[in-house]
């Protein structure tokens, strides 16, 4: 018997008119969500924009900011993967919506497909009272008594890292990026889970954390193989990780022991809270924290670091002006550490960790997604199961005093910046989900610019485009920070005669 090809080829035309009806369709409906605001007219079907956004999202963004620019409204639209989205550039916008993060408004994702990825007990997913009360909980992980704590760890590991990067450099020039993610991995286990990471697990763990980073990356295709399914995974095994560190923290904390990472600090504050009342946790949920903490603050760290190094070796008054800052307060030949006390002392540091982070805020967009119809304006009402980008980016640059120019005294006592233009300082979010380890992050920050600007001697290697944004996702220089790196101090601290 004879195939019937005379019938599949009579279907032909009619599959051919569905395909190019569904295409009209989607078309159409993206058209009707994007109304008058500016954005690419056509969108191919289903994918979006979502290529160009992964070949060269630095393109791509700057290209939304452009669109939201060129309107009163501040506000442009685009299609990726089958989801509308909305970029927001107006500062006042964007804190609309981080204001409006609940049941009846926005979810805060971190990520457009954050929750495939990240799992469901994060703290960003969170709302309501029982965010609230989570938040409470975890406010005594970053007391002075708590940052001091980590002040030690993390100056101690800096302090190795830089060591090696300079025997690394020898009269040749390094990129930093990689380095300063490493050394970024190492100092948040270390800061976050202590002693309670053997070597053996944390090989693993910076491999599961790698597959985790690659994955952000690439398209959600949710395949075996596929870079985004190997990320999934991962980030469940690091949580599964993450809350047999808790479990063995809730062990020593009931004991009786001191606290000396974060994770003890916080279970000692469970424990507490458990023994006067009905106050329930689970150590995976404890996990999916720490991993949120974790992802908060090794790719943000890392990408301030960079960008200190970068504006540190343009501006050498500002360099100069650190390095005898610092030499106030400490000596490194001592062999001692910078203590709470000094490194609080270090005004001026302070101001460049925070202008670091305003001219490159690390983490530009905070994608949100919209759980009804929100009305934004009282001319546009986003529609329900948008992804919203505020960008913090786009906020550091509006209000402040000669925005583009990298001016740590902007932050200093007598202009005060950070206050007038509050509202534009964005870089760690506002309303209910403000970062909660902002003091920590710029703690991190401002150790690293103390130390390196006083044991080191940098010199960035140049090319064309080096200092040009590039998206890893959090935001690099394009050549990864490449220096030549020499020693400053004939010995470092804690180096062994």
């Known amino acids: ?45 289903f994918i979006g924009n979502a290529i160009s956004l992964v070949v060269n999202p630095t393109r791509f963004w700057d290209l939304q900011s452009s669109y939201a620019k060129s ?8 299609y990726i993967i089958g989801r509308y989205i909305v970029y927001i550039y107006s500062t006042d916008l964007s804190h609309k919506v981080f204001a409006n993060v609940r049941d009846d408004a926005f979810y805060l994702v971190g990520h457009p497909f954050g929750k495939k990825l990240f799992g469901e007990h994060n703290l960003i ?89 690659v994955g952000l990356m690439k398209l959600p295709f949710d395949l075996p193989g596929s870079a985004f399914r190997n990320a999934r995974l991962a980030v469940q095994r690091l949580v599964e990780t993450l809350a047999g560190c808790a479990e063995e923290s809730e062990r020593k904390m009931k004991s009786g022991e001191e606290p000396t990472c974060l994770i003890d600090f916080w279970m000692q504050e469970n424990v507490r809270e458990a023994s006067k009342n009905s106050f329930q946790y689970s150590c995976k949920e404890i996990g999916g924290h720490l991993f949120d903490f974790l992802f908060a603050s090794q790719d943000a760290s890392t990408s301030s670091l960079l960008w200190a190094v970068t504006y540190l070796d343009s501006h050498p008054q500002v360099l100069n002006r650190v390095r005898e800052e610092v030499a106030n307060y400490w000596v490194p030949e001592k062999g001692g550490l910078i203590t709470g006390e000094n490194l609080r002392a270090m005004k001026y540091t302070e101001a460049v960790a925070r202008e670091v982070v305003r001219i490159r ?73 403000q970062c909660v380890g902002q003091r920590y992050a710029i703690n991190h920050l401002k150790i690293f610019i103390a130390l390196f600007a006083t044991l080191i001697d940098a010199k960035r290697d140049r090319t064309d485009g080096c200092d040009e944004i590039s998206y890893v996702p959090t935001i690099v220089p394009k050549d990864e920070c490449r220096v030549f790196l020499s020693r400053r101090c004939t010995r470092f601290p804690l180096e062994s005669s």
């Open 125 to 213: 997913y969170m709302l309501g009272q029982e965010h609230k009360d989570w938040r409470r909980r975890i406010a005594p992980n970053f007391t002075l008594k708590a940052l001091q704590t980590y002040t030690d760890i993390q100056q101690r590991i800096i302090i190795k890292h830089l060591e090696s990067w300079c025997d690394k450099s020898q009269n040749k020039s390094i990129q930093l990026r990689i380095l300063c993610r490493d050394m970024n991995l190492e100092t948040s286990q270390t800061v976050f889970v202590g002693h309670y990471l053997t070597q053996e697990t944390r090989k693993r763990f910076n491999v599961d954390y790698n597959l985790f980073n």
């Open 1 to 45: 018997m004879e195939f019937p090809w005379s019938i599949v080829t009579g279907c032909v035309p009619y599959l051919i008119s569905f395909v190019a009806l569904m295409l009209l369709f989607e078309q159409i409906s993206y058209l009707k969500k994007k109304r008058f605001l500016p954005g690419p007219p056509l969108v191919l079907p």
């Open 361 to 433: 805020a690390p983490a530009t967009l905070v994608p949100h997604i919209t759980v009804v119809d929100f009305p934004l304006t009282e001319d546009y009402t986003i529609p329900k199961g948008t992804i919203v980008f505020p960008s913090v980016f786009d906020s550091s640059f509006q209000g402040f005093s000669e925005p583009e120019r990298f001016d740590p005294d902007r932050f200093m006592s007598d202009r005060q910046e950070d206050q007038i233009h509050k509202k534009n300082y964005l870089v760690f979010g506002a309303g209910p989900h």
């Open 71 to 78: 309107t009163t409204l501040g506000i442009s639209a685009n």
